[in-house]
């Protein structure tokens, strides 16, 4: 499976990053849940692992959180390799506008 990996920068404590990344979930699960099957989370203080699927397509990865980045790690599908560009574009929108609001 192909990877995606990407980082953004930011100026918080690293439990405020945290804080705001879980919140910002939260978010997105009551908003798209309907949407998303089989998800796990597991959180700890540096990182977050997940999995889950979404339009038929199976994916899992880690976000690690530092004083000053949060980097995900993740695995696509091959079959969604034409909209590797656009996912990845989407998530460090959101990542950028969770971290710096």
Known sequence: MPSLNLSVAHSLSQEEARARLQRFLEV??????????????????????????AMGFSTSGKMTISHEEVVVDSKIPLAAMMFRGKIESTIREQLTRVLRS
């Open 28 to 53: 997105v699960k009551s908003q798209y849940g309907e949407h998303v099957n089989n998800l796990e989370e597991e959180w700890n203080d540096e990182f977050v692992r997940f999995a889950f699927s």
